[in-house]
Each structure stands twice: as structure tokens, then as C-alpha cells.
T-cell receptor, first 110, second 115 residues
Framework: DAKTTQPPSMDCAEGRAANLPCNHS???????VYWYRQIHSQGPQYIIH???NNETNEMASLIITEDRKSSTLILPHATLRDTAVYYCIVRPPPNEKLTFGTGTRLTIIP | GAVVSQHPSWVICKSGTSVKIECRSL??????MFWYRQFPKQSLMLMAT?????????EQGVEKDKFLINHASLTLSTLTVTSAHPEDSSFYIC???????????FGPGTRLTVL
């Protein structure tokens, strides 16, 4: 599986957009980029995933660069409840295994 | 999104006893479920992959005779920690793979404390 690199921690002001970067320079053509987050003492929550095109849902937007070597998760209007560890994971189909790295600890500041 | 439940949410047991944790997909069928373990301040580590109606596939270093996994139906997988010891104390999390979307949805986790 392709390795991902994320900053260990980030702060964002409440109400602002939170932009979380992820590098996956060894990603293969058929590997998807998945984002999950884990709030303290809870199971991970699925956020969004994509292959090539940018994706948007009710939670976030995912921007994938044209060469697919990096991506950015965007939380458009961060709230205090968005404080969590965010994991960027590359997953090749049909292998369903998810390998969690250390993620980015995002802290939303009032 | 799809919902996965776990029961119990927490359990405290004596050393040497066995503990069973249930994982259910509530609004979808899951032919594949996964069991993870998370120690404090660490990331999730995959323990095993559970396929309905067949034997589980364990990750390297995970004792299959200690962590018994049963996936008897398309909505239920169980993890039994046999002869639990204090070092088995951890946060156990399951996930279920939603067919069609190929997305894993996670349960809320079970905190096991072995005294």
C-alpha cells in the first residue's frame, strides 16, 4: 500500500476553513484516497474518498492534485466538534485493508 | 452513512476470563468485517479480517487461538478474547465493508480493561 505523510498537528480558528494536507507520492493508478477522523475515545468516522476527481459531500471537500501525489481535505467552516485526529489513507481495490498512519491532530480554537 | 454498532461499549474483567465483543452492521449487509486494536496514544492496528461463513485472516503477530473471530451472518461478527490478561487491555474497534461502495464504516469501539 502507498505510504501517506501528514503533518502531526494543526490548529484552525473556529468558523474558518480547515485545510489538511496529505502527501501520497507513491500512489498507484487504481488506489483511492480515503479520509477518516477519530474523535477521542470513539471509532473512526468516514469523511470522504476519491480517485482522481475532486469530491464534495455534506462534511467536506477533497481536492486531489492532477498527478495524484497529494490531496487536501477541506472542512469549509470548522466548528469545535471538528477537533479530532484526521487520517489520510490510500487503499488499492479490491484490497479492503486500511492501514492507519499517525494522522493529523486538528484542534479548532474558539 | 451506514451504521455499525458494538456491544459492549466497555467491559472490565478479571485476568484469565474470556470476553466476547459483538459488531453489527445495522442498515447494510457486510460480507467482510475487520477488527482493530488501539493502544493509548497510538494509531489503529488491524488484527484480523473476517469474512462471512469462512475463517478469519489474522495479521502477523496476532494469536488466532487467543482472539477468536466468528462471522456467522452478514450483519454480525464477534471477537472473543480468551484467557484475557492485563496486556490485552485496549480499545477494540470493528468495521464493516459496505458492498457496492467498498467503504469501511467503523463501530464506536469497546474499551476492555483486564484486572
Amino acid at each position: 500500500d502507498a505510504k501517506t505523510t501528514q503533518p502531526p498537528s494543526m490548529d484552525c480558528a473556529e468558523g474558518r476553513a480547515a485545510n489538511l494536507p496529505c502527501n501520497h507520492s507513491t500512489i498507484s493508478g487504481n488506489e483511492y484516497v480515503y479520509w477518516y477522523r477519530q474523535i477521542h475515545s470513539q471509532g473512526p468516522q468516514y469523511i470522504i474518498h476519491g480517485l482522481k476527481n475532486n469530491e464534495t459531500n455534506e462534511m467536506a471537500s477533497l481536492i486531489i492534485t492532477e498527478d495524484r501525489k497529494s490531496s487536501t481535505l477541506i472542512l469549509p467552516h470548522a466548528t469545535l466538534r471538528d477537533t479530532a485526529v484526521y487520517y489520510c489513507i490510500v487503499r488499492p481495490p479490491p484490497n479492503e485493508k486500511l492501514t492507519f498512519g499517525t494522522g493529523t491532530r486538528l484542534t479548532i480554537i474558539p | 452513512g451506514a451504521v455499525v454498532s458494538q456491544h459492549p461499549s466497555w467491559v472490565i474483567c478479571k485476568s484469565g476470563t474470556s470476553v466476547k465483543i459483538e459488531c453489527r452492521s445495522l442498515d447494510f449487509q457486510a460480507t467482510t468485517m475487520f477488527w482493530y486494536r488501539q493502544f493509548p496514544k497510538q494509531s489503529l492496528m488491524l488484527m484480523a479480517t473476517s469474512n462471512e461463513g469462512s475463517k478469519a485472516t489474522y495479521e502477523q503477530g496476532v494469536e488466532k487461538d487467543k482472539f477468536l473471530i466468528n462471522h456467522a451472518s452478514l450483519t454480525l461478527s464477534t471477537l472473543t478474547v480468551t484467557s484475557a490478561h492485563p496486556e490485552d487491555s485496549s480499545f477494540y474497534i470493528c468495521s464493516a465493508l459496505e458492498a457496492g461502495t467498498d467503504t469501511q464504516y467503523f463501530g464506536p469501539g469497546t474499551r476492555l480493561t483486564v484486572l
